[in-house]
C-alpha cells in the first residue's frame, strides 16, 4: 500500500524552527520528484517546495525562499521541510507529495499525498 505519513508539525513561536519530515511506504521515493505544500484556512492549496529528482533542481516559492528548505534521504525513504525564521503567515496544514513526470510539482499533478501535519506560528 502506498503511503506518505508527515510529521513534525507543531505550534511555535515567531522566529522559532520546525523540521516537516515525510516517510514514504509501499514505493521509493528514488525516481520522483517530491513537494512540500500547504493549505491556510480558506484558501488554497500552494506549492511550497519541490525537488526534482532528474536534473536536483529546486523550487521555492518567494514567501520561503531563504527560510525553508526541501531534502531527502533516500536511505530513509523519508523526506524533510526545514522551516526557519518561522513566520504567523506560515500557519497552515503542510502536506507533502510525489509525482514522477512533473518536475516542478505543480498541485494538480502530484500523484501521492500525505495526509497533512498542523503548524502554528503564533506567539
Known amino acids: 500500500q502506498v503511503q506518505l505519513v508527515e510529521s513534525g508539525g507543531d505550534l511555535v513561536q515567531p522566529g522559532g524552527s520546525l523540521r516537516l519530515s515525510c516517510a514514504a511506504s509501499?514505493?521509493?521515493?528514488?525516481?520522483?520528484?517530491i513537494g512540500w505544500f500547504r493549505q491556510a484556512p480558506g484558501k488554497e492549496r500552494e506549492r511550497v517546495a519541490c525537488l526534482s529528482t532528474t536534473d536536483g533542481r529546486v523550487y521555492y516559492a518567494d514567501s520561503v525562499k531563504g527560510r525553508f528548505a526541501i531534502s531527502r534521504d533516500r536511505e530513509k525513504n523519508t523526506m524533510y521541510l526545514q522551516m526557519n525564521s518561522l513566520k504567523p503567515e506560515d500557519t497552515a496544514v503542510y502536506y507533502c507529495a510525489t509525482v514522477l513526470y512533473h518536475t516542478t510539482c505543480p498541485v494538480s499533478a502530484m500523484d501521492y499525498w500525505g495526509q497533512g501535519t498542523q503548524v502554528t506560528v503564533s506567539s
Open positions: 509501499g514505493f521509493t521515493l528514488n525516481g520522483y520528484n
